[in-house]
């Protein structure tokens, strides 16, 4: 006996089937089946031959492979328990699956947003015991040669690696207890049949298994590091979409993420041009310069000031005080609100810095309370620093009446919210404790923003991101670097909620000195801002800076309501995209040449997602080639040129020759 469901958006359908009661299988997860399209004879079509070695039937691959079904590969719960088919509930958008064994029941939710069809798949077990639960397991066409996956690190985030499909799985564990700089938990999938991208949306730490039988068929689970026995586990939501190529699929994660994900105090409220001090002074505030600079700030187009760590208990370095969130009387005798009034006379709101789910061993919190913390007491620390135990609901208490002391007496709009060491152990219970701490001082302070941060890029997920307004992508300010992270970023976090700052003058990371040429524009390409003593800045830094904020701020409208596009390049020391407007009158182009040219010359740029209309495109950036550009390129020429949108799109556009570290940014408007 068999059993079917469906559910479809213009472009893609998914069909589940469910075998003599047991846990449903996807059946098929692709193009758009024919309206009528018989699902039991889709399924006739599909049962497989069988042969010598093998049980007598093909294992069912469901959506949660179980021992009972013989199954060879990864499994998708270690919980012991045979259910069958209960109930199901169906609306046109969404399909809820019960099955259950006595009283171990196992939940599948999908939800469809047929618009930016994001598909959302969550399961739920409960009343049985396990370690491990994937979300949702989703079969992927044996078309597709290879999966595109993150590695990465501290200051060098979202690093593509490409798998090749061979039989055998390619396995994943995060154990940091949070997102982890190491392991976005993504993964893009090109089929013929269709790109196909998965995120899991959650800040445990995950397990993904990506695994070809030997049968030929494979499968792909992402499921939370629990850390623990549970008798109650959700797994999800993991975002599954599919579309043309990889720019389709970053337009419907943005347009999904953009409706459903971020959170922010005030849509009307264009993204601000950030100021953050850390990398000007560190934890040495002095009052007097910080005004100087919020001065300096202000003139070049910064619109929130953000004072980083170091305002609070006896901060002088990051051996100390974290937890102690009471404003330090050396640095700030008279408190904040003088310096808040100066800065908002300047035109900026006022940002602070919290990193609450940590404690210093040297700190009046530790002192008090060294049984708040998670772990043992003797185990290493992590930044100089220690975990609190966020399950306990006296620590919970506590933070949030520290927290909201400090917002409730001062004009503050927006949180910094960091994290920065990893946990002792594995625990997703700690995760969700911060969400419902965020959910708390949300709902009391609801003009406050968040940013979520860890140590950059090691908590960036869209469950973090449903309750923040934007992300610090990576510590490192570095903008070669920083080009790649955000361009390899770039189908997960759309432009306005990827912060990106230029630095001091001689990288922090990577003592490189960069032009400010590239580092500005680098910015503009996100949620713009910069971090630097301002005093150090040439009056001709200061003049391209306040050239590239002012045109950013004159454009960021439709930039944060476009689509991204990656353009390629056959030489990889260079970085391509734009961002075209949603009514695809005005566009942006960055061309990023990092490293030496691969070849004499650079090929023609090919355009993406405009219209067969004119357009007038021409270069914004400076461009200084020097003796080694001696051609007549049209870009070099400020006027730039006019062509249809097709051939912009399928002839290109020829650009200089770039010299290593330097960027080309073009302009782009119907004309
Ligand atoms: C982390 C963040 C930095 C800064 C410091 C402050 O490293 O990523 O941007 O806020 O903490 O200690």
């Known amino acids: 006996m068999i059993e079917c469901w469906r559910l479809d958006s213009p472009a893609t359908s998914l069909v589940l089937v469910s075998h003599n009661g047991r846990l449903p299988e996807v059946l098929h997860f692709g193009a758009r089946l024919a309206d009528g399209e018989n699902l039991v004879a889709l399924y006739r079509a599909a049962i497989s031959d069988v042969t010598g070695g093998m049980i007598d039937a093909r294992p069912l691959m469901s959506v949660c492979p179980l021992r009972e079904d013989v199954f060879p590969g990864a499994q998708g719960t270690d919980a012991d328990f045979q259910p069958r088919f209960v109930s199901a509930e169906e609306e046109p958008n969404s399909l809820s699956l019960t099955f259950a ?58 690093q593509e690696n490409r798998v090749d499909w061979v039989t055998g799985a390619h396995v994943r564990e995060v154990r940091d207890g949070r997102t982890s700089h190491e392991a976005f938990p993504g993964v893009l999938i090109p089929c013929d049949d269709g790109f196909i991208a998965a995120h899991l949306g959650m800040s445990c730490g995950h397990r993904f ?60 409220r264009p993204r601000p041009v950030h100021y ?74 006022f940002g602070i810095w919290f990193e609450p789910e940590m404690i210093n061993p040297v700190s009046k919190l530790y002192e008090t309370h060294p049984d708040w913390i998670l772990g043992e007491a003797d185990q290493p620390l992590g930044r100089q620093q220690l975990v609190l135990d966020m399950t306990k609901p006296e620590v919970i208490e506590y933070l949030f009446e520290q927290i909201d002391a400090v917002l409730s007496n001062y004009k503050i709009d927006y949180i ?190 090919r355009f993406d997602g405009l219209e067969n209309r004119p357009y007038r495109v021409r270069r914004i950036s400076h461009f200084d080639g020097g003796w080694l550009s001696r051609g007549d390129n049209a870009l070099k020429d400020e006027n730039g040129v006019q062509l249809y949108g097709q051939s912009l799109m399928s002839f290109g556009l020829q650009p200089p020759v770039l010299t290593p570290a330097s960027i080309l940014v073009l302009e782009g408007e119907a004309a």
């Open 209 to 268: 298994v990506a695994e070809q039988l030997p049968d030929g068929r494979r499968q792909v689970q992402f499921g939370p590091m629990l850390g623990r026995t549970e008798t109650e586990i959700t797994a999800g939501p993991l975002y599954l979409t599919r579309a043309q190529n990889r720019n389709g699929v970053t337009a419907n994660l943005h347009a999904h993420f953009r409706r459903h994900i971020r959170a922010l105090a005030d849509p009307e």
């Open 416 to 605: 910094k919210w960091d994290h920065n060491r990893v946990l002792p152990f594995p625990d997703h219970r700690q995760v969700r404790a911060t969400y419902a701490l965020m959910d708390r001082i949300r709902a009391a302070h609801p003009g406050v923003e968040i940013e979520t941060c860890a140590s950059g890029g090691g908590r960036i997920d869209w469950g973090m991101l449903s309750r923040t307004s934007r992300v610090w992508l990576s510590d490192s300010n570095d903008a070669l670097e920083r080009m790649r992270i955000q361009a390899m970023a770039a189908p997960w976090l759309p432009p306005e909620i990827t912060g990106s700052h230029v630095g001091p003058r001689q990288c922090h990371t990577s003592h490189r000195i960069l032009p400010m040429e590239l580092r500005a524009w680098v910015a503009a390409q996100r949620s713009f801002g910069f971090e630097m003593n301002l005093l150090e800045l040439s009056p001709e830094e200061s003049d391209t800076l306040s050239r590239v904020s002012t045109w950013w701020k004159a454009n960021r409208d439709w930039m944060h309501s476009g689509s991204h596009h990656k353009l390629s390049t056959r030489d990889p020391e260079q970085f391509a995209e734009m961002i075209v407007s949603a009514d695809k009158t005005r566009f942006a182009v960055w061309l990023g040449q990092r490293g030496a040219p691969a070849d004499i010359l650079p090929d023609r740029l």
């Open 276 to 349: 953050n001090c850390w990398e000007a002074v560190y934890f040495d505030h002095d009052e007097v310069l910080l005004r100087d600079i919020a001065i300096r700030a202000a003139a070049l187009g910064a619109e929130r000031f953000v004072l980083d760590d170091g305002w609070f208990g006896l901060r002088d370095d990051d051996t100390t005080s974290l937890g102690d969130w009471q404003i330090d009387p050396r640095k700030w005798p008279d408190g904040f609100s003088a310096f808040i009034e100066h800065v908002n006379t300047l035109g900026m709101t």
């Open 101 to 158: 064994d006595g009283q171990a029941q196992y939940r599948l939710d999908v939800t469809l947003d047929a618009e930016t069809d994001v598909w959302s798949l969550t399961a739920h077990l409960s009343g049985v015991e396990a370690n491990w639960l994937t979300a949702p397991a989703f079969p992927v066409p044996s078309d597709s040669d290879h999966f595109v996956t993150y590695s990465g690190k501290w200051i060098g985030e979202f």
